[in-house]
């Protein structure tokens, strides 16, 4: 594997409850770029970033293929699973805020990993905030509890608190699906900024937004890889016909 | 008889049973008051029961009191937490859940008196512990395990699923998340199950009576024997020695229950609105 490459599939498959859920799919992602993927519900997308940072959930489940995420592949079972998640974090589709203050949800991460340096902490608070453009809604109110802020800004905290990990891959999953257009918008913003040091993966089932803020993405529908390619070139002229009519609307 | 005047007969029986259930209450209360209140006085709860109990106060059963509880508390807290713990975060639902959930239903239906039995058999005699704190704390720790251990569960259950992702894509372990975000929001709920557990083993006389003992000194020791307030007032009142004293305990009994039961909501509140 190059070093050009971030994370990689190789003809990946994933059973779950005895159904399929990925078949053979290959793709890679480059760093320092956001890569889409979208697809209607139920396809796989979110099964595949839980993959990516051993957050998958299911009674059984089986995996073939292969899985490299920093060079390293992920699916062997000698993986170190909590630093590979302290590397590639993660973000759900529902804003889930830790009934403590601001300041505390953001340093989580960093308080189990066992960090008690008063500094340590505020400058990765500090960043985490500015990486999601939340920083001058909050600056004063850091010791508030975070359950007050708006849903945006839930949301918003929510990157803010995966980035204060200083992770290399951000995971998104359907980061904007609950909110309004204009928190849409700032998290939209937020991610631009963030891929110039970091490498996102957005999921989500909103082409528009796909087409709006990635780089390159991949079509998945009901567990197949349709497509993937330069964003633009894939909306523009697909080379399948079924991802036309998926960013067209006609089905999804 | 008409469908309407039957639900109006059926309304009325449900009705009066309810104000029925109050009014017993209410009468219970009531008696125990009216006949224990005029003689409890500062030197009643500061004084030792002297002659058995006829004259003098109650400070001993009090002290006794206070110490089985919380070595019983000490004892069911972490045992009846971790148990919660375990079947609801380490364990899948299965045959083994299904087992241990089977086994402390089946100890919160063993009459209390079979426990003291038990206790005494066990802890009094074969290990020697004699009637002591020791004994009665450990015997009643086993009647309140149930009651920790469900309301444990239940307040864990009640800890949202999406907290233990978020500490899982955070880098912690099960552990931290558990430490860290699953107890601290259950709080609330298990300090609810350990103050049902108190109220249960503050007025338990069988258990104790067994395993405590009757000794009216003041315990010092785990290994001394001492008396409870209830196994008191059951003292006073089956041995005729003085209706007025067991009323009196009684009285405070109650006050006791209410002042705990006060507290502890007045704490919880506290404690969940620093959290929102």
């Not at chain 1, 320092?32 to 998958?56: C, D, Q, V, W, Y």
């Not at chain 2, 109006?8 to 209360?29: E, P, Q, R, Y």
């Amino acid at each position: 594997m190059t070093e050009k490459i971030i994370m990689e599939a190789k003809d990946l498959s994933l059973q779950a409850d005895g159904k399929d859920i990925l078949r053979g799919i290959s793709l890679q992602v480059y760093p320092k770029e956001i890569f889409g993927i979208m697809g209607p519900s139920g396809s796989g997308k979110t099964s595949f970033l839980r993959l990516a940072n051993h957050t998958f959930k299911a009674r059984e489940f089986s995996t073939q293929g292969q899985l490299f995420v920093l060079g390293e592949e992920v699916l062997e079972g000698d993986v170190a699973i909590i630093p590979l998640r302290r590397r590639v974090s993660m973000v759900f589709a529902t804003p889930v805020v830790l009934p403590s203050s601001i300041f505390e949800n953001l340093v989580y991460g960093l308080r189990v990993q066992g960090i008690t340096d008063k500094h340590v902490l505020e400058e990765a608070a500090v960043k985490g905030l500015k990486a999601a453009i939340l920083w001058d809604e909050v600056r004063d109110r850091l010791r508030t509890p975070a359950k007050k802020l708006s849903g945006g800004q839930q949301q918003r905290l929510c990157i803010a608190r995966a980035m204060a990990m200083s992770p290399k891959i951000l995971l998104l999953d359907e980061p904007t699906s609950g909110l309004d257009p204009i928190s849409t918008f700032r998290i939209e913003e937020a991610l631009k900024e963030l891929k110039s040091k970091h490498t996102i993966v957005l999921v989500s089932n909103n082409t528009k937004q796909i087409a709006r803020v990635t780089d390159r993405c991949a079509f998945l529908l009901m567990g197949d890889l349709i497509e993937t390619g330069k964003t633009g070139q894939i909306f523009t002229v697909p080379k399948q016909r079924k991802t036309d009519d998926y960013i067209a609307g006609r089905f999804g | 008889m008409t469908p309407k005047r039957s639900e109006h007969i059926a309304l009325g029986l449900m009705v009066s049973g309810a104000f029925l259930a109050l009014a017993i209450l209410f009468f219970i209360i009531a008696v125990i008051m009216i006949k224990g209140l005029p003689h409890i006085t500062l030197r009643f709860l500061l004084d030792n029961p002297m002659d058995m109990g006829r004259a003098g106060g109650i400070f001993s059963t009090i002290v006794s009191t206070v110490y089985l509880l919380v070595v019983s508390l000490i004892i069911a807290i972490p045992l009846g937490v971790g148990t919660a713990i375990y079947l609801t975060e380490y364990t899948k639902e299965g045959l083994i859940t299904k087992i241990i959930r089977f086994g402390t239903e089946c100890l919160a239906g063993v009459p209390s008196i079979i426990l003291g039995l038990f206790g005494f058999i066990l802890l009094v005699i074969k290990l020697g512990f004699g009637w002591s704190v020791l004994s009665g704390g450990i015997s009643l720790s086993i009647m309140i395990l149930p009651v920790i251990i469900r309301t444990s569960e239940e307040a864990i259950k009640s800890v949202p699923a999406s907290y233990r992702d978020i500490n899982k894509v955070l880098g912690g372990t099960r552990w931290q998340g558990i430490t860290r975000l699953v107890l601290p929001s259950a709080a609330p709920g298990i300090l609810t199950g350990v103050i049902l557990s108190v109220g249960r083993g503050i007025g338990e006389t069988a258990v104790v009576i067994f395993t405590l003992g009757t000794s009216l000194r003041i315990p010092f020791s785990l290994f001394d024997s001492g008396r409870s307030m209830a196994v008191h007032f059951y003292l006073l009142a089956r041995e005729g020695i003085s209706m007025n004293n067991a009323y009196a305990t009684a009285a405070v009994l109650v006050f006791s229950i209410l002042f705990i039961n006060i507290l502890s909501y007045y704490l919880m509140h506290r404690f969940v609105a620093r959290r929102r």
